[in-house]
């Protein structure tokens, strides 16, 4: 059973049929999911105070529920350096259709894995990783396992990808850690199955993973047709 504050958040949700992105990075974080520091305000001073104390650059993203991929309104901006750069964004994003406003946190640099789950009405849940970041597409080099995820899963699906090397500490990059990681599918399986009745499907993209730990630095989750209905991909 999904705690009380999980169960919250789906059952705001529901007039949009998606979860907006800090509310998502709070379910995830309430699930033992770790995600970046951030702030999501509706005012500038708010937004600019939280970027010192946790330092520039950040990164900058609008909140909105009529805009579900936020880069197609150019909603994502990472690097961003200073105050005037961060109002500057802010006054542009007043603009975008249903501004509920901005979402700044730590910038995170790392390898960026995809990771995942869709509910099949056939078969249940299952968990999806892969090689993450804007490039996902064109990498193609995902896997999937059914829900529950059983304890050498993880591995598994890790041996199975493509680009495994890429995590391993290729020619000298940092490997990721690979206990971090499992963890992290594990919480998401255990998440989902029991959130399952109310999610269509879940994707974490990016999932930034280091030597040490492996972060969510975005997420999107959809609500089953039965508990809301989905927006257009774009704003309208």
Excluded at 19 to 43: D, M, Y
Excluded at 94 to 106: D, K, T
Aim: aromatic residues 6%.
């Amino acid at each position: 059973m999904a705690s009380k504050e999980i169960q919250e958040i789906l059952s705001g949700a529901k007039q949009t049929g998606w979860v907006l992105e800090p509310e998502s990075k709070r379910l995830l974080s309430l699930a033992g999911l770790e995600v970046p520091r951030f702030s999501w305000t509706t005012k500038v001073d708010e937004a600019s105070a939280f970027a010192r104390q946790i330092g520039y650059p950040v990164v900058v993203k609008v909140v909105s529920p009529q805009v579900l991929h936020k880069s197609e309104v150019n909603g994502v901006v990472p690097g961003v350096e200073s105050d005037a750069v961060l109002k500057d964004l802010f006054d542009r994003f007043q603009h975008i259709e249903g501004f509920a406003g901005m979402l700044v946190e730590e910038q995170l640099s790392g390898t960026e894995l995809i990771v995942g789950s869709r509910i099949d009405y056939q078969f249940g849940a299952v968990i999806l990783l892969g090689m993450g970041g804007t490039s996902v597409e064109v990498y193609d080099d995902t896997t999937l396992r059914m829900a529950p995820l059983q304890e050498n899963d993880p591995v598994q699906m890790v041996k199975a990808l493509k680009a495994r090397p890429l995590l391993e500490g290729y020619r000298g990059s940092e490997p990721v850690d690979f206990s971090a990681l499992s963890r992290l599918l594990m919480s998401l399986s255990d998440l989902v199955l029991e959130i399952e009745p109310f999610i269509e499907s879940m994707d974490l993209n990016p999932v930034i993973c280091f030597k040490d730990k492996c972060v969510v630095a975005d997420a999107r989750i959809l609500l089953n047709t039965g508990t809301g209905s989905k927006p257009s991909d774009s704003p309208s």
